[in-house]
Nanobody
Framework: QVQLVESGGGLVQAGGSLRLSCSAS????????MGWFRQAPGKEREFVACISWNNGNTEYVDSVKGRFTISRDNAKKTVYLQMNSLKPEDTAVYYCAADRSYMVVRGTGNGMDYWGKGTLVTVSS
């Protein structure tokens, strides 16, 4: 059974930092592209960042470029999202996702192979 378990969310003041982790089990982690998505109250799910399985290529939504960094540790089967200079508009539930297709991970998330249950990030002003 595949599981993606996020951790690291919480309440932080604007300008602060958080590091999200997503621990995977039940899949060959090294063969999966990994992504982070978020969904704010009343809004649609949004792509945040992704990292490829083979060459570590990364992409980010424009609103987080220069502030967030995605990385992975295949030995630990874990993907991370380092979030710096947080803003109130970053408040959302953050979801980890995995798919064999890079285009799926890079896209809207529709058709994603696996999702975590999410971790809440709240940024106060």
């Amino acid at each position: 059974q595949v599981q993606l378990v996020e951790s690291g969310g919480g309440l932080v003041q604007a300008g602060g930092s958080l590091r999200l982790s997503c621990s995977a089990s039940g899949l060959t982690f090294g063969l999966y592209n990994m992504g982070w998505f978020r969904q704010a109250p009343g809004k649609e799910r949004e792509f945040v960042a992704c990292i490829s399985w083979n060459n570590g290529n990364t992409e980010y939504v424009d609103s987080v470029k220069g502030r967030f960094t995605i990385s992975r540790d295949n030995a630990k089967k874990t993907v991370y999202l380092q979030m710096n200079s947080l803003k109130p508009e970053d408040t959302a539930v953050y979801y980890c996702a995995a798919d064999r297709s890079y285009m799926v991970v890079r896209g809207t998330g529709n058709g994603m192979d696996y999702w975590g249950k999410g971790t809440l990030v709240t940024v106060s002003s």
